[in-house]
């Protein structure tokens, strides 16, 4: 059983940066398999940002050039840095393990993120 608690949203004004974690335990072999989601009410969960089986980093096109996915192996943690945060980015974020072509099996609480325009 993979716990994963994310940590870090909140309410921000559009234009300003959030840096969300999201922490497993136990220890997970591939921390770069953890992807970050978000949801709307009412709406699908859609993928964000997440990592090829390479490592490569990929991004959902509405976040591309504003959002970094990254991994800590030594804290077994996985930041989504948002910067230049939009209204429409206001969403409760889950992070999911593990991602690979697909939703894995373990999902987080979530975190929410509110921004005021």
């Known amino acids: 059983q993979v716990q994963l608690v994310e940590s870090g949203g909140g309410l921000v004004q559009a234009g300003r940066s959030l840096k969300l974690s999201c922490t497993a335990s136990p220890t997970i072999p591939m921390i770069n398999a953890v992807a970050w989601y978000r949801q709307v009410p009412g709406m699908q969960r859609e993928l964000v940002a997440g990592?090829?089986?390479?490592?490569?980093?990929h991004y959902a096109d509405f976040v591309k050039g504003r959002f970094t996915i990254s991994a800590d192996n030594t804290k077994n943690t996985v930041y989504l840095q948002m910067n230049s945060l939009k209204p429409e980015d206001t969403a409760v974020y889950y992070c999911n393990y593990p991602h690979l072509h697909a939703p894995g099996a373990y999902w987080g609480q979530g975190t929410q993120v509110t921004v005021s325009s």
């Open positions: 990592f090829t089986i390479s490592g490569t980093r």
